[in-house]
């Protein structure tokens, strides 16, 4: 049994919207219901939900559109629900966001283990994605450090270690991150390199 979540809804039959309506606060959930896809994108731009639960053929725009739209601005959960299974839904419910999918008629023990695996799988997803975004950044501040590194090599004719070995000290003298001291030190030399470019004695003189 997953945490009591809120959860939007959008389901244009009425009949299956007052059942989703009626079911989701007795399996512990708070529930927001709307009819289409655009009325469930206003819906979480305004208060972002823990979990959408959408149809895919609705009128004004289809639940898989409007999952896309939703997810464009923040990272939701999504279970799909419908009566039809063509390959092309299939193909189009293959996005990252897309935790499970229901056949309809939809059954509460069905839903039940829907909505738990949704979570389980988004928690994951989230988890991989935060990590995927550490080691990209590890990345970045690797490069800036090496940027860094060769600037002060350049400008105060050190070798690789002992260029780096003073990069360190600064930062602990300045109880700043390395990556902090190695940003400075790159716009430093972005600055000098721009006033070396703009130095009068180095420019050609203009015949009279």
């Not at 559109?65 to 293959?94: F, G, K, M, T």
């Not at 738990?116 to 501040?141: I, N, P, Y």
Request: charged share 35%.
């Amino acid at each position: 049994m997953t945490r009591p979540l809120r959860i939007a809804v959008a389901e244009d039959e009425q009949n299956m919207r007052e059942y989703l309506r009626e079911l989701l606060p007795r399996l512990g959930h708070e529930v927001v219901a709307v009819e289409g896809g655009r009325q469930l994108v206003e819906l979480c731009r305004t208060a972002p939900p823990d979990l959408v639960l959408t149809d895919i053929r609705m009128d004004d725009m289809d639940g898989l559109a409007a999952a896309a739209e939703i997810n464009r601005d923040a990272a939701i959960p999504v279970i799909l629900v419908s009566a039809h299974h063509e390959d092309e839904l299939r193909v189009r419910a293959r996005q990252e966001y897309v935790m499970a999918y229901l056949v309809k008629p939809v059954k509460q023990a069905d839903l039940e283990m829907a909505i738990d695996l949704a979570m389980m799988r988004f928690e994951h997803f989230q988890a991989v994605r935060e990590e995927a975004a550490g080691l990209r950044q590890a990345l970045e501040d690797r490069k800036l450090i090496e940027r860094a590194k060769g600037a002060v090599m350049r400008r105060v004719g050190l070798d690789e270690q002992e260029a780096f070995r003073r990069l360190r000290k600064l930062s602990a003298d300045q109880n700043r991150k390395l990556v902090e001291v190695a940003r400075a030190v790159v716009s430093a030399e972005e600055v000098y390199r721009g006033l070396e470019r703009t130095d009068p004695a180095a420019r050609p003189e203009r015949p009279d």
